[in-house]
């Protein structure tokens, strides 16, 4: 029986240092085995991982990378930590990386730093002599999977069953590849959280609802934006047992124009509107800039909204000596805030987690998938399988076609 790893740092200490919400300094990355708390679910990882050191994990990445040359690309998903973001050869957010990568023919590998819907993702848009490696295969994102799809497709019977409709299937990107194939043979459309505007607009040309999943919270900022009340929309309760029309009554499920599944990431739902208030008290000339998985309040209460790429967009192109209090992972902030030192770049939470299943990409699984592939073994490859490829691409493509 393998030996399981000493823990030398309780999950407390770990938890109360990501807490410190570092602007000046990156997370430091422990040993594996120290960062068990956060990082070690993938059990298969052999031993001799374990232990390395960020050095001695900068010294064999660097070197597989090299043995590998142009045959493999690493992508780091912004919520990535720094120690991952160095090997990257891009970062961005999830449909910018592998749009990305598809386009590099040469790239035989394309190793994804970030989580499992990214890398689902990227294996549908790749070419097909490309194969898509997620270094730790229990990085997953709570978001998703809170759209089983099975939970899904009761919902959509339900709703066909009591004569809501007609219905528009829409899904955000964070979902996995079954619900975008569901919403593809469905004549529906996937979204980004800088699109989510356009691609709801076109569901609207085309039918009377939309059936957003899995978060409630971009969903219903978009549908206000769009003009669209709260007395609009319904939420699809997917806790609660099939036949119970997700808490609602029919009249209200008729009424609605959008049904919002209730889904939300973990990590966005923490802003809340007491923090965007203390930031404006403690600077009153601050810009507050969130993403729209935030909540409501916290997303009508900033200056602005709007996907990473945005984010990071807009404090770079913005003047010195502005202030910006940011409303997403801590992971980002903290490069933003290092990136633009003539400005002062903080987390609207003070105590503030990073994601915790992006974290799941430590260091030593990022040398453990590129050593093996320097030895010809292709370990946590994740691949889509072609019926639900076709229909997820079909889904994925309406979106490029609107925006
Ligand atoms: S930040 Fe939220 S939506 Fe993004 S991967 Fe983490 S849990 Fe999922």
């Known amino acids: 029986m393998k030996a399981q790893p000493v823990l030398l740092v309780s999950e407390e200490d770990l938890l109360n240092e990501a807490m410190e919400c570092p602007a000046d300094r990156p997370l430091e990355t422990r040993p594996l085995a120290q960062e068990r708390a956060f990082a070690f679910w993938q059990k298969d990882i052999p031993e001799e991982y374990w232990h390395l050191d960020a050095q001695q994990l900068k010294e064999r990445i660097t070197a597989a990378r090299r043995a590998l040359g142009r045959r493999c690309v690493v992508l780091g998903h912004h919520y990535q930590r720094e120690d991952i973001i160095q090997f990257a050869d891009v970062r961005g957010d999830s449909f910018k990386l592998a749009q990305w990568a598809a386009q590099r023919a040469e790239a035989e590998f394309i190793v994804f730093c970030g989580v499992h819907f990214m890398a689902e993702a990227a294996d549908i848009l790749s070419q097909p002599h490309q194969k898509v490696i997620l270094p730790n295969m229990s990085a997953g994102c709570s978001m998703a999977d809170m759209a089983d799809p099975e939970d899904v497709y009761a919902c959509w019977e339900e709703l066909e069953e009591a004569g809501v409709g007609p219905l528009m299937p829409v899904t955000y990107m964070n979902s996995a590849a079954?619900?975008?194939?569901?919403?593809?043979?469905?004549?529906?459309?996937?979204?980004?959280?800088?699109?989510?505007?356009?691609?709801?607009?076109?569901?609207?040309?085309?039918?009377?609802?939309?059936?957003?999943?899995?978060?409630?919270?971009?969903?219903?900022?978009?549908?206000?934006?769009?003009?669209?009340?709260?007395?609009?929309?319904?939420?699809?309760?997917?806790?609660?047992?099939?036949?119970?029309?997700?808490?609602?009554?029919?009249?209200?499920?008729?009424?609605?124009?959008?049904?919002?599944?209730?889904?939300?990431?973990?990590?966005?739902?923490?802003?809340?509107?007491?923090?965007?208030?203390?930031?404006?008290?403690?600077?009153?000339?601050?810009?507050?800039?969130?993403?729209?998985?935030?909540?409501?309040?916290?997303?009508?209460?900033?200056?602005?909204?709007?996907?990473?790429?945005?984010?990071?967009?807009?404090?770079?192109?913005?003047?010195?000596?502005?202030?910006?209090?940011?409303?997403?992972?801590?992971?980002?902030?903290?490069?933003?805030?290092?990136?633009?030192?003539?400005?002062?770049?903080?987390?609207?939470?003070?105590?503030?987690?990073?994601?915790?299943?992006?974290?799941?990409?430590?260091p030593a699984y990022l040398?453990?998938?590129?050593?093996?592939?320097?030895?010809?073994?292709?370990?946590?490859?994740?691949?889509?399988?072609?019926?639900?490829?076709?229909?997820?691409?079909?889904?994925?493509?309406?979106?490029?076609?609107?925006?």
């Not at 469905?186 to 989510?196: E, H, K, L, P």
């Not at 009424?255 to 965007?276: D, E, M, P, Y």
């Not at 292709?378 to 889904?395: C, F, L, P, S, Y």
């Open 178 to 362: 079954s619900l975008k194939a569901f919403c593809g043979q469905r004549g529906g459309i996937v979204c980004t959280s800088s699109n989510a505007q356009k691609v709801f607009l076109w569901a609207f040309e085309r039918a009377d609802k939309v059936l957003f999943f899995p978060d409630q919270h971009l969903g219903r900022n978009t549908a206000l934006k769009l003009g669209i009340s709260l007395d609009e929309m319904a939420v699809w309760d997917y806790t609660l047992p099939y036949s119970s029309l997700g808490g609602n009554d029919v009249e209200k499920l008729r009424r609605a124009k959008v049904i919002l599944w209730k889904g939300h990431c973990s990590v966005h739902q923490r802003f809340t509107l007491g923090q965007v208030l203390e930031a404006r008290r403690r600077y009153p000339d601050v810009k507050v800039i969130v993403h729209p998985e935030c909540r409501m309040e916290v997303v009508q209460a900033a200056d602005m909204d709007g996907s990473t790429e945005f984010i990071a967009r807009t404090i770079a192109e913005a003047p010195p000596g502005t202030k910006w209090a940011v409303g997403t992972e801590i992971n980002l902030v903290s490069r933003l805030a290092r990136e633009n030192p003539d400005k002062l770049v903080f987390c609207l939470d003070p105590v503030v987690c990073p994601c915790s299943t992006m974290y799941r990409i430590h």
């Open 367 to 403: 040398c453990w998938v590129l050593e093996e592939l320097v030895e010809g073994r292709i370990v946590n490859q994740v691949k889509v399988d072609e019926e639900t490829a076709h229909w997820a691409r079909v889904a994925l493509e309406r979106m490029l076609q609107v925006a």
